[in-house]
């Protein structure tokens, strides 16, 4: 065959710019990006064409541009992030985002997002104001505490504590309480690049308040607690609990410096989980300055709060690293929400998704499951589904031996692996992430939002019985 009858029939750019569906796309995409697109599109025509050996293929490929480039141009526009269901059970994962928002909170950011707000600017006065003051107020009520700010994460609070007030100096942690927690973070390497000397105290499984006796020193500027959030040490054990701290702190003459991790409001064990040690009992206990977490039990928006002494709080905000570890004006935005849902604890857990998923009762879930299995049954006959117990955990790094009875759908297809069930659901347009187990595919529906039932089990219906969907179509 004759390919440069072929290749001459290759469009210019310039012409197909001119005309649909170019025209469009460039309004669409831009027309620098989509002219970059096109050539490439078209010198792959052209290899391809010179590869081409009838004259069928050759038409084939001329004809496929617009398509190929409209493809193209448009999965490079296409965002990377996306919404997920989380169907693992694990409500606090911390690979899928960790703390969810609630809807209407969403709906607050975005509608603030969208322009200008007064992130640092005081609306009595007209003049600049502070950032931290549209939470700090709020967290001193809620927690009793005399002053708050927030810095990116709880690793920045530790970090920016630390430096504040012991650089160059000594702070007594137990060894029972030299934490990592998941991706990067370590008590002894945080406190090293904070400027600041760990001076050890006890073994790790006892420390005794004689072991922070016997490690002050004169260079000693600080006493820490951190609070073991990922792990437990059982058996024969002893630790120093905060407020048998507090005389020993005073005498020294330096404050008390609590990590609380997770920074609980609510009492969980309300909810049937072990006791975690809440901000309040953590203020009550006597501690100078506790950080924690705004994204783990909090639930609010990834964030490192610090709570504390007035004067101790001051000299934080005037420390050059607080300005490297600023927080943007989302961050204060959706802290300030969930804040504001915590100042009434009977109504918290309807607002705070996180603490809703806590705190549903089995039942609920039990209800909730058994909805979305049979509106799979009424779709899918290539599988197998039935509601089992399953177990949820809190995740990110809490509560590691609390387990939440939960419930979740298990799906057994007949007519393609578990894997491949699995790895289709991964690769949804809304990706539903679920576990396998027992050669089955587990879906705990305690982290599910009922909201997402319907398109979740119209995308499995298409996973596992597309013939059953098209014929469905037809029927209407
Ligand atoms: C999770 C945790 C941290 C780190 O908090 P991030 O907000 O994830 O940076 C620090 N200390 C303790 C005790 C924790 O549990």
């Not at 509560?399 to 939440?404: Q, S």
Request: proline share 5%.
């Amino acid at each position: 065959m004759d390919h440069s009858l072929y290749f001459r029939k290759i469009p210019k750019t310039d012409i197909l710019l001119e005309q649909e569906p170019m025209r469009r796309l460039a309004g669409e995409y831009g027309r620098d990006v989509l002219t970059g697109v096109l050539r490439q599109v078209l010198e792959e025509a052209r290899r391809d064409i010179s590869l081409a050996d009838s004259r069928e293929q050759a038409e084939e490929i001329l004809r496929s541009i617009p398509g190929t480039t409209e493809k193209r141009v448009s999965d490079l526009f296409a965002p990377h992030i996306r919404k997920v269901i989380n169907a693992t059970g694990t409500i606090l994962h911390t690979n899928l985002g960790r703390a969810p928002m609630s809807a209407s909170q969403a709906e607050r950011i975005a509608g603030l997002a969208g322009g200008y707000c007064n992130l640092e600017y005081d609306l009595e006065t007209g003049c600049r104001g502070e950032r931290y003051a549209h939470i700090e107020e709020l967290l001193c009520r809620i927690t009793g505490t005399e002053a708050a700010m927030v810095v990116n994460n709880n690793a920045a609070a530790v970090m920016l504590v630390l430096n504040t007030l012991a650089s160059g100096g000594e702070v007594i942690v137990s060894r029972g309480e030299l934490v990592e927690i998941g991706g990067k973070f370590r008590i002894p390497d945080v406190m090293t690049m904070s400027g600041a000397i760990l001076a050890e105290a006890g073994t790790t499984n006892k420390t005794h308040l004689r072991d922070y006796e016997n490690a002050v020193t004169a260079d000693t500027r600080a006493i820490m607690k951190v609070h073991t959030s990922n792990y437990q040490i059982i058996g024969f054990t002893e630790s120093v609990p905060a407020e048998k701290l507090r005389p020993l702190a005073d005498r020294t003459g330096v404050p008390l410096i609590e990590d609380l991790g997770s920074g609980v409001f609510a009492d969980l064990s309300r909810y049937g989980l072990p006791h975690e040690p809440t901000v309040m009992e953590a203020v009550a206990a006597g501690a100078d300055v506790i950080t924690f977490s705004g994204d783990k039990l909090l639930g609010g928006p990834q964030a490192g709060i610090i709570i504390g002494k007035k004067d101790l709080i001051g000299r934080m905000k005037k420390n050059p690293l607080t300005r490297v570890l600023r927080v943007d004006k989302f961050t204060v935005i959706a802290l300030e929400g969930v804040l504001l849902a915590y100042q009434s604890a009977d109504l918290a857990p309807e607002r705070i998704p996180v603490l809703r998923m806590i705190s549903e009762p089995a039942d609920s879930v039990k209800g909730r499951a058994e909805k979305l299995a049979s509106l799979l049954k009424e779709r899918i006959s290539s599988a197998d589904i039935t509601v089992e117990a399953s177990e949820a955990r809190t995740g990110g790094g809490s509560l590691p031996a609390a387990v939440i009875p939960s419930f979740a759908v298990v799906i057994r297809p007949t007519a393609m692996s578990t894997a491949a069930l699995e790895r289709r659901m991964r690769q949804l347009p809304c990706p539903v992430i679920a576990r396998i187990a027992d050669d089955a595919v587990i879906m705990d529906v305690r982290t599910m939002e009922e909201r997402d039932f319907l398109e979740t089990a119209g995308s499995l219906q298409e996973i596992l019985d597309p013939e059953s969907r098209i014929s469905a179509w037809k029927k209407y």
